[in-house]
């Protein structure tokens, strides 16, 4: 095993010869000296590597990059098809953003609702929608740069928001709801 690393140490010098010859106790030694009976191996070449250029930056590319900086964009609440059961119709959303939303480019989280922006931009992935009106309503959102752009956008997102109605008749707001007899007491 020493002699096939020295074997393979010497091979990576490309300009110089190995010899092989036999020593006294009739082992094989390799040698980049020549000695007294030893022959010059013949050496396959070294496999080499050659990277491929480098593109250059075309008119455009930083919009590209830009919209390489991000890879993912989820929401992690609410979970898509879940049902809120909210009466002031409050929809907390969260988001993933993997890497980290680039406050310093100015990049911005836009949420919408039903395909409408929610608010203006914001520099967080989390949100407090209120006043959401009862039923199903699709969320989505999209990091946007200074010029409103998007970079990345989410997946889409069905919630069902349930907000109770007066005319519920286990709410005890109800006027039409059935009032308990009074029980009398027999004694």
């Not at 040698?31 to 990277?51: Q, R, W």
């Amino acid at each position: 095993m020493k002699r096939l690393l020295i074997l393979l140490l010497l091979a990576g010098s490309a300009h110089a010869d190995v010899y092989k010859s036999t020593n006294a106790a009739g082992e094989v030694v390799y040698s980049d000296k020549p000695t007294k009976g030893a022959e010059v191996m013949e050496m396959p070449a070294l496999p080499t590597y050659t990277a491929p250029p480098v593109a250059e930056p075309v008119a455009g590319s930083k919009e590209s990059a830009e919209k390489a900086v991000y890879g993912e964009l989820v929401f992690v609440k609410p979970e898509d098809d879940a049902t809120i059961r909210n009466n002031q119709g409050i929809i907390n959303a969260e988001l993933k953003l993997t890497p980290a939303l680039r406050n310093r480019s100015n990049h911005r989280v836009q949420f919408y609702i039903d395909g409408e922006p929610y608010g203006e931009p914001v520099s967080s992935i989390r949100t407090t929608m209120s006043n959401v009106d009862r039923g199903e309503h699709t969320l989505t959102a999209s990091v946007v740069d200074a010029s409103g752009e998007a970079i990345i956008s989410s997946d889409p997102v069905i919630v069902h928001l349930h907000r109770e109605t007066i005319n519920n008749p286990n709410n005890p707001n109800n006027p039409n709801r059935p009032r308990p007899t009074p029980r009398s007491s027999a004694r």
